[in-house]
């Protein structure tokens, strides 16, 4: 037997989304300065991946850990994840991050929820002199060249299972998997909102992650189409 699967399926994105700040801008503006100009700046220009870049400030990163673990406590996650979690599930969704960020972070930050939840992200360490070393997720199902995770791979697998599929976001690399879910089920802020509006594609700004999953267990997944 495998694993078994909600009617329904959530796939969220994390920085942003989960949390009110995202963690690579807690970082450049604390512990490595320059890596906005350098990486993300190289990144818009093309010059680097999404995963190069995030890379390159999580490299850069020249303080203790003990330094790193206080921007762990400066990500403000929803503060009901784990209710929400669990009310969500109940209401007949499986909830499923998908980021483009780190693994190392993300564990930390959702521990101090104690929301248990799947995630998908690229793997990290921490090496004293040498930061955050992020690395390809090369043995993910959803393994991406360019962010890591391929998040819109993470929405296709579940819409090929037959399950519901709603779509959270705020940043550019959310936009293929928004893409995929349809309009009532796609929840977007930020950079992800006015791309989407530049396509003209429909959405639910929020506000909070919480807000979301309120949306979503009014739902019942297995009533609403994908298209
Ligand atoms: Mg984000």
């Known amino acids: 037997m495998g694993h078994s699967y909600r ?3 959530f796939v969220t994105d994390f920085d942003g989304t989960i949390t009110r700040q995202d963690f690579f801008r807690l970082v450049v503006e604390t512990l490595a300065p320059g890596g906005m100009e350098t990486f993300w700046r190289g ?29 762990v406590h400066k ?12 009310r969500l599930n109940a209401a007949g969704w499986d ?8 693994g190392w972070y993300i564990d930390r930050i959702l521990s101090t929820t104690r929301a248990i939840l799947e995630v998908h992200a690229s793997p990290g360490r921490f090496v004293p002199g040498n930061g955050l070393l992020m690395e390809l997720p090369i043995g993910s199902p959803y393994f991406s060249p360019t962010h890591g ?15 519901t599929v709603a779509y959270a976001g705020d940043g550019f690399s959310d936009l293929p998997a928004a893409r995929l879910v349809a309009e009532p089920l796609r929840f977007a802020r930020s950079d ?12 639910t700004p929020f506000e909070s992650w919480g807000s979301i999953a ?6 019942d997944p297995k009533t609403i189409n994908n298209t």
Do not use: M
Request: hydrophobic letters at 45%; aromatic letters at 8%; one cysteine or more.
């Open 192 to 203: 992800l909102s006015d791309a989407l509006s530049r396509e003209k594609l429909g959405f």
């Open 43 to 71: 990144y818009l220009n093309n010059r680097y991946t999404h995963f190069e870049a995030l890379q390159g400030i999580f490299g850069s990163i020249r303080a203790d850990e003990a330094q790193l673990l206080e921007l």
């Open 75 to 86: 990500a403000e996650p929803e503060p009901h994840l784990t209710k929400w979690v669990e």
């Open 214 to 219: 309120e949306a979503l267990c009014a739902v």
């Open 95 to 102: 909830v499923v991050v998908a980021s483009a960020g780190c």
């Open 149 to 163: 995770i391929d998040k819109a791979a993470v929405v296709r697998a579940g819409l090929q299972r037959g399950q």
């Open 7 to 9: 009617p329904g399926l």
